[in-house]
């Protein structure tokens, strides 16, 4: 069964720093990832999907991830933090091809001090 | 891109009541949803996947008798909390699946679910 570790369910960083954000997945089949942001009391927008294309994938709000198969990690990066980045950060990985069911991560709590 | 709606947005309801929450693809027809649940400060868990016409399919250990979930349209989910107690006390969020858009799951804002 497919599995998705987030390390870090905080990560701090001042604005304008380096954003980097972790995950690591367990599959069976080649997987489809993604990174999803959340802000408080909202549902989940999607930042950034790998698909079995380009390794390095980007995102929106300059965001982008890169695909290691022998890592099986999907980092989330950003090269520069932004206040508005303030926001839960959620990995998942499709169960089987294409957007079917997601297994989420535990989700890490980005925080952006001035 | 693709939008989808939950209705309420919050609710509070005394213990022993039912609670229906919408679920509706305002712009697209999707004839799968899901359903996940979020205790605070965690993770998405899927609940069940609703396919329009036909019977829901629920996870391991989710009771498919307090949840129930009707998918009657391509565009209307319902999710109806039955008898409702304060540990179902939670953020229900659903998906919506665009298969014109490569399958990719749409998300609504979510409906927090407060049983007193």
């Known amino acids: 069964a497919q599995s998705v570790t987030q390390l870090g369910s905080h990560v701090s960083v001042s604005e304008g720093a380096l954003v980097l954000l972790r995950c690591n997945y367990s599959s069976s089949v080649p997987p489809y990832l993604f990174w999803y942001v959340q802000y408080p009391n909202q549902g989940l927008q999607l930042l950034l999907k790998y698909t079995s294309a380009a390794t390095l994938v980007k995102g929106i709000n300059g965001f982008e991830a890169e695909f290691k198969k022998s890592e099986t990690s999907f980092h989330l990066t950003k090269p520069s933090a932004h206040m508005s980045d303030a926001a839960e950060y959620f990995c998942?990985?499709?169960?089987?091809?294409?957007?079917?069911?997601?297994?989420f991560g535990t989700g890490t709590r980005l925080l952006v001090s001035p | 891109g693709a939008v989808v709606s939950q209705h309420p947005s919050r609710v509070i309801c005394k213990s022993g009541t039912s609670v229906k929450i919408e679920c509706r693809s305002l712009d697209f027809q999707a004839t799968t949803m899901f359903w996940y649940r979020q205790f605070p400060k965690q993770s998405l868990m899927l609940m069940a996947t609703?396919?329009?016409?036909?019977?829901?399919?629920?996870e391991q250990g989710v009771e498919k008798d307090k949840f129930l979930i009707n998918h009657a349209s391509l565009t209307l989910s319902t999710l109806t909390v039955t008898s409702a107690h304060p540990e179902d006390s939670s953020f229900y969020i659903c998906?919506?699946?665009?298969?014109?858009?490569?399958?990719?799951?749409?998300f609504g804002p979510g409906t927090r679910l407060t049983v007193l």
């Open positions: 609703s396919n329009e016409g036909s019977k829901a399919t629920y």
């Open positions: 998942a990985v499709s169960e089987g091809t294409g957007f079917q069911k997601l297994v």
């Open positions: 998906s919506a699946v665009d298969t014109s858009s490569y399958n990719e799951q749409f």
